[in-house]
């Protein structure tokens, strides 16, 4: 611990001069100007935090009035007024210069800009190092061609890379309107946009894709579109756009091919490949994004107590408004009371009544919203199945609309219905709660979608009707259309009219809060709902594309006029990385499984679509790589194909590399675990050690005090005369010793 | 962001500051232009300098709870150059490094700039965060006793650098609070 010998120093000192000081050297020095010669300074940096050893060599300095030649020189920002000459600073001087030299200049420029040190500091810091290193570089003769071509091309490619990404942070999307809301909502209502526009550079990305791969393909190869065009297609995505390059019906199976010569391209690979890719592309993306985040989010989480630590420290200085500053601060002075009295309820332990009675309304609780959930899929089921007969009996076009309109319902209804639950249950602390309560609602939707897909595949993709795949793409249209209308009217509508009411009778309800949790996930279902649909609609994307783009500027405007600032202290990052989570885990590998099961097990439609008459969506695949067997020149292909997709083998040897090393990798942790429980327990019988030292030195002290009390008094006053700067350092370090010595007295373990 | 046109900086100092801060071009170019506008004018920006009270109505620190450790802590002598600005800029910007941050939010709460946070300096940590008048020395003592409980490793009621760091780094929100535009207003 480096402030061993900080405090001895503090004590020391305060029987002769009673200053030192922790910044940098500059602003004392006129201050300074003024102390006798007797005094000692010990002037410490911010450096030296870092080096402990050379504290413990250190003497009490000796004040200089003149400037030498050393590295501290070119340091103060004033030459000519009084400098400091302190060796222990030209040694961490040379140190830090002799660390910077062996660097590449990437990294150089790095650990100097990431120097707790003033820009004039930095600059001569970097001349030094830069001279230091020229004086090295002409010893080395031999590199010199090679390296200063390898240092220009390495230039040339990094100042190419900071401009490309200056120019990408320019045109990126909505910077000003980010900076505005978490001005005035903080970060946390912030990280619903964030997470919205990440969404929309996946949907940007896939629409790109399919766009260049399918759709101007199938360009080049219209075929007539013999239907009328009434206004009703864009609510129904029947009609018109069914012979359109919307649905995968209208995608021709043969291999296009423009005049003898050109490339010939198959349209069936092109489909199943791009849509491949754009998957594979989405699947590496979560995967990456969300070890990240656990990466920084999930450390030692067994140490991790209430968190007011962090309520103090992690203030946020992006708000700039005045009225939400106040409004912050009376939040957070109501969330330190809460968690006070938190932790104080917490170590009252319950009764056996008590704990039962909790018990029992959890389980209520559970069952009751688990059995919401059944009901729901249960009712959607119905309405499926007998939607047919339904839409036969009634003529009217838009009867279609009836089954997305009671899903929207329920996805409408439902969460509110689980908020309600609140009033029931009582949850130890309010993490939790928003945990379930996102488990729930997650489980509602999932199941939903994952009901739809049920009937679908089984269904409806083996009732024999023709281009069952165009059927299922305008059901997930219409799902998706119906979820953006009711998004957009409880924005528009519902949320005004809430603060309408609320400012009616303003003692009880008060203006809203945004609910992040409730929006995050109606976006992950509707992403989900892209992802399944995006093969057999090529066109979501992009609708989702532009849905996004307008639930963006709504939920912005009626941010900022019918919502408060949150209350609650949101960990954002936690959040995020459990949202991303929730991403990948049900919703994703949800679209995987479907997709795997309509590819694999399912019949194609044997009249519309790029894989019409084949008796599975696979047999492209195997039928390519027939041809390829048959070509000489791409047989490493086939055996790829062959030895590591095909074989059982390789995944077999594969899976077990996986599970020792997971298992591997577990271990360890534990181990860590283990050693920082170690490390924690030193620490404390380090601080131990050191308050018995201190408490033995202040002894010797007192004694010598006593001895020499008359020279003491007159040195004293002589002292306190000539800087008010020492006054103020004399008491603080006196108080820290009066404190260590009460310490003693009361040891806290 | 690109608005900021009216410069009259030198290529090669914009390269330095870029190479020398983590702000982005046009980041040191806005501020160099709000700094225009704020010190005397006739001055080159080198030699000016702004006094606390001038830095501190910037609109991105006027309603900081703690504008005025932040203008102490960056400021030579109570005034600030242009370079102090950048620096301080560079600091809150959203590219700074973790440890820079963490350096110096540990300086800005050591209001007695004893190389500690202690009791006293959370004292007054929590009474500017809360701003009100109603703050009983009960409620006082309970947040510095909980606050030292949770991250006071060797148990000497203060908080060193390195605890300080260590509970700092189990935060991840820390990183995205500690940030504040100059520019762009």
């Keep these: 611990m480096l402030s061993d010998d900080q405090l001895n120093e503090i004590i020391v000192e305060a029987e002769n001069v009673p200053s030192w000081v922790v910044l940098e050297k500059t602003p004392v020095n006129s201050s300074f100007s003024m102390v006798s010669s007797i005094s000692d300074i010990d002037v410490t940096d911010s450096q030296s935090f870092g080096n402990p050893d050379d504290k413990k060599s250190k003497q009490l300095l000796r004040f200089s009035t003149s400037l030498n030649e050393s590295f501290l020189q070119t340091l103060h920002r004033s030459p ?451 992802w399944i649909g995006t093969f057999f609609c090529p066109l979501l994307p992009f609708i989702q594309m532009i849905t996004l783009f307008i639930m963006f500027y709504v939920k912005n405007i009626s941010l900022m006029m019918n919502f408060q600032p949150p209350s609650k202290a949101w960990r954002a990052s936690q959040m995020m990385t459990f949202f991303i989570f929730l991403l990948f885990f049900p919703s994703f590998t949800g679209v995987l499984c479907t997709l795997a099961i309509t590819i694999w097990r399912l019949k194609p439609s044997a009249d519309c679509g790029p894989f019409r008459g084949l008796p599975f969506f696979i047999h492209s695949i195997y039928s390519w790589i027939d041809t390829l067997s048959k070509r000489p020149g791409y047989l490493w292909v086939v055996w790829i194909y062959q030895n590591l997709i095909g074989s059982v083998h390789f995944f077999f040897i594969l899976t077990l590399i996986v599970l020792i090393i997971t298992y591997l990798y577990w271990q360890i942790t534990e181990g860590r675990k283990i050693m920082i429980r170690l490390l924690h327990e030193q620490i404390i019988n380090e601080g131990k050690d050191k308050m018995f030292l201190i408490e033995k030195l202040a002894k010797l002290q007192d004694m010598e005090k006593r001895a020499n009390t008359s020279l003491f008094t007159m040195e004293r006053r002589d002292v306190e005369q000539t800087s008010p700067l020492h006054v103020r350092e004399h008491n603080a370090a006196h108080d820290l010793r009066f404190r260590r010595s009460v310490q003693e007295e009361n040891p806290k373990v | 962001m690109g608005q900021c046109l009216r410069h009259q900086m030198h290529w090669e100092d914009l390269e330095e500051y870029q190479a020398l801060t983590f702000l982005t071009r046009n980041e040191i170019l806005c501020i160099h232009d709000t700094f225009l506008k704020l010190c005397p004018p006739g001055k080159h920006y080198k030699e000016a300098t702004l006094t606390t009270d001038q830095v501190s109505s910037l609109p991105a620190l006027r309603v900081n709870p703690f504008r005025d450790r932040i203008c102490k802590v960056f400021s030579h002598d109570d005034v600030f150059s242009f370079e102090d600005v950048l620096g301080m800029a560079s600091v809150f910007s959203e590219q700074a490094c973790p440890s820079l941050k963490i350096e110096y939010a540990f300086r800005i709460y050591d209001f007695n700039e004893n190389g500690f946070i202690d009791d006293e300096d959370l004292r007054k940590v929590v009474l500017r965060l809360l701003n009100s008048d109603d703050v009983s020395e009960d409620l006082l003592t309970d947040v510095t006793n909980h606050v030292l409980s949770e991250s006071d490793l060797d148990n000497d009621n203060m908080l060193s650098f390195s605890e300080f760091e260590h509970a700092m780094a189990k935060s991840p929100d820390f990183m995205n609070s500690f940030r504040i535009h100059f520019w762009g207003f």
Aim: aromatic fraction near 14%.
């Design chain 1, 80 to 530: 000519g007024s009084v400098g400091i000459d302190t060796s222990h600073e030209n040694i961490q001087g040379q140190k830090l210069i002799a660390s910077l030299i062996p660097m590449t200049s990437r990294d150089r420029i790095k650990a100097i800009r990431s120097q707790p040190r003033t820009m004039e500091e930095k600059r001569n810091l970097k001349k030094m190092v830069d001279k230091e290193k020229s004086k090295q570089s002409h010893r080395i003769l031999e590199f010199n061609c090679c390296a200063q071509c390898l240092n220009s091309v390495s230039q040339a490619y990094r100042r190419s890379k900071n401009s490309l990404s200056e120019l990408l942070s320019y045109i990126s999307l909505w910077q000003k309107t980010f900076k505005v809301i978490g001005g005035k909502f903080g970060t946390s209502v912030l990280s619903y946009f964030n997470f919205l526009r990440w969404l929309l550079k996946f949907n940007i990305f896939s629409f790109i894709v399919t766009f260049s791969f399918i759709i101007i393909p199938q360009f080049t190869v219209p075929e007539k579109n013999t239907l009328q065009f009434t206004g009703l297609e864009f609510f129904t995505g029947a009609g018109y756009f069914q012979d359109t390059v919307m649905y995968y019906g209208f995608y021709t199976n043969s291999t296009v091919q423009h005049g003898s010569s050109g490339a010939p391209y198959n349209m069936q690979l092109a489909y199943i490949f791009t849509i491949g890719a754009c998957l594979i592309v989405c699947f590496f993306s979560l995967l990456f994004s969300m070890a990240r985040y656990f990466r920084n989010n999930f450390i030692n989480p067994h140490i991790y107590s209430r968190g007011i630590t962090k309520l103090i420290f992690c203030w946020d200085f992006t708000v700039t408004h005045e009225r939400a500053v106040k409004l912050k601060q009376k939040n957070l002075s109501m969330e330190i009371r809460e968690n006070l009295s938190e932790i104080r309820q917490e170590n009252v332990k319950l009764t056996l009544n008590q704990q039962l009675v909790h018990v029992s309304a959890h389980l209520a609780a559970w069952v009751v919203s688990t059995g919401v959930a059944i009901a729901c899929c249960v009712a959607v089921y119905y309405l499926a199945e007998n939607n047919s007969e339904f839409l036969k009996n009634h003529q009217n076009p838009g009867a279609v609309l009836l089954l997305p309109f009671l899903v929207s319902c329920i996805n409408l209804a439902t969460p509110r219905l689980y908020s309600l639950f609140r009033l029931v249950e009582r949850y130890e602390t309010p993490r939790r709660e928003v945990y379930i309560l996102l488990i729930r609602n997650i489980f509602l939707k999932i199941s939903i979608i994952g009901i739809l897909c049920y009937y679908w595949l089984n269904i409806v993709a083996q009732a024999g009707e023709e281009c069952w795949e165009t059927l299922i793409g305008q059901e997930i249209y219409r799902l998706l259309l119906m979820d953006f209308v009711f998004s957009l009217a409880d924005s528009l509508l519902g949320e005004f009219l809430r603060r309408l009411i609320g400012m009616q009778f303003p003692t009880s309800l008060g203006l809203q809060e945004f609910d992040i949790a409730r929006n995050v996930l109606e976006l992950i279902y509707a992403q989900t709902l892209v």
